[in-house]
């Protein structure tokens, strides 16, 4: 089965300081990896998306993610963070049935907090 | 296109008691997946359905059951509630096969007293 590990609960940076939210993934096979924002009371919107193309993936608001097979990890970036950044952060990575269909498994969540 | 629609957003029932939950997925897009979100234990998938047939399903126990309809919409039902379902149900669909990104819903807030 495969899994999802974020390093840190809860994540605390300064408006305009750098945002790396960390997410390492066990899978026996090449796997998609995902990572969704979720505001309060709200469901969860797609960031950005590995699908086994280029490495460095872009997301929306600014975001991005590497892919490093070798470390087994997706960590998300942003080189300067908003105060419209707060929210909670989950990476997730797809498992494919047999039938093809996407099942996710995500992670604990990253709750970021911007400090003024 | 209008995204997913999830109803109601708000629920409050009393232990025994069964709910339903409705999914309406994005035109076009005939996968349907459920999730339950606590502050326990996460984000956990409980089940899929493609075409009217659930293909997978996460580690839920039977009161946990779902259904979907012709047009894609889904339902998914608890019977017997317990607190521990107290959750954000949240539901994603996809345009299989041509994608594989999963567009969620607001999710429907069950709480159980």
């Known amino acids: 089965a495969q899994s999802v590990t974020q390093l840190g609960s809860h994540v605390s940076v300064s408006e305009g300081a750098l945002v790396l939210l960390r997410c390492n993934y066990s899978?026996?096979?090449?796997?998609?990896l995902f990572w969704y924002v979720q505001y309060p009371n709200q469901g969860l919107q797609l960031l950005l998306k590995?699908?086994?193309?280029?490495?460095l993936v872009k997301g929306i608001n600014g975001f991005e993610a590497e892919f490093k097979k070798s470390e087994t990890s997706f960590h998300l970036t942003k080189p300067s963070a908003h105060m419209s950044d707060a929210a909670e952060y989950f990476c997730?990575?797809?498992?494919?049935?047999?039938?093809?269909?996407?099942?996710?498994?995500f992670g604990t969540g990253t709750r970021l907090t911007i400090i003024p | 296109k209008a995204g997913v629609t999830q109803t109601p957003r708000y629920l409050i029932k009393t232990r025994g008691q069964q709910v339903t939950l409705s999914c309406s997925p994005i035109?076009?897009?005939?996968?349907v997946s459920w999730y339950q979100q606590t502050p326990g234990q996460g984000l956990q998938f409980l089940f899929e359905?493609?075409?009217?047939?659930?293909?997978n399903k996460g580690n839920f126990p039977g009161r946990f059951s779902g259904r979907q309809f012709s047009n894609s919409r889904s339902e998914m039902n608890v019977s017997t509630l317990e607190l521990g379902d107290s959750a954000l149900y949240l539901c994603?669909?996809?345009?299989?096969?041509?994608?594989?990104?999963?567009?969620f819903g607001p999710g429907t807030r069950l709480t159980v007293l």
């Open positions: 997730a990575v797809s498992e494919i049935s047999n039938f093809g269909n996407e099942k996710l498994t």
């Open positions: 899978s026996s096979v090449p796997p998609y």
């Open positions: 590995y699908t086994s193309a280029a490495t």
């Open positions: 035109s076009g897009h005939r996968s």
């Open positions: 359905y493609f075409s009217e047939t659930q293909r």
């Open positions: 994603a669909s996809v345009e299989l096969p041509l994608s594989n990104e999963q567009f």
